[in-house]
């Protein structure tokens, strides 16, 4: 059992920056890779990006070249550095976590769900 607490969210002007973080407890050890997905609303749930445990990245069209998703092992915690926000970037946004040895782009892969925090781009 894993569970995943997230921090970071708010408001930002097109153009700014945030940081998300989520931090893990519990079987971190079986956690093969992390992910960060995102609901806009009236839209499912979709993938922004994810990390697995050997370094390979998949990234979303939508936020490649401005966002980064990074891990600190020691810390038990991952970040989404979202940079160049733009007001279409507004969603929901949900750390994951999956212990199958897969790059978990689909929502079938995750088995863990972090709370959810808002991110508001203003123009």
């Known amino acids: 059992q894993v569970q995943l607490v997230q921090s970071g969210g708010g408001l930002v002007q097109s153009g700014g920056s945030l940081r998300l973080s989520c931090t893990a407890s519990?079987?971190?050890?079986?956690?093969?890779?992390m992910a960060w997905y995102r609901q806009r609303p009236g839209k499912q749930r979709e993938l922004v990006a994810a990390?697995?445990?050997?370094?390979?990245?998949n990234y979303a069209g939508a936020v490649k070249g401005r966002f980064t998703i990074s891990r600190d092992s020691a810390k038990n915690t991952g970040y989404l550095q979202m940079n160049s926000l733009k007001p279409e970037d507004t969603a929901v946004y949900y750390c994951?976590?999956?212990?199958?040895?897969?790059?978990?782009?689909?929502?079938?892969?995750?088995?863990?769900w972090g709370q959810g925090t808002q991110v508001t781009v203003s123009s």
């Open positions: 990390l697995t445990r050997t370094g390979r990245t």
């Open positions: 994951a976590a999956a212990s199958t040895p897969v790059v978990p782009t689909r929502l079938r892969d995750v088995d863990y």
């Open positions: 519990g079987s971190v050890s079986t956690i093969y890779a």
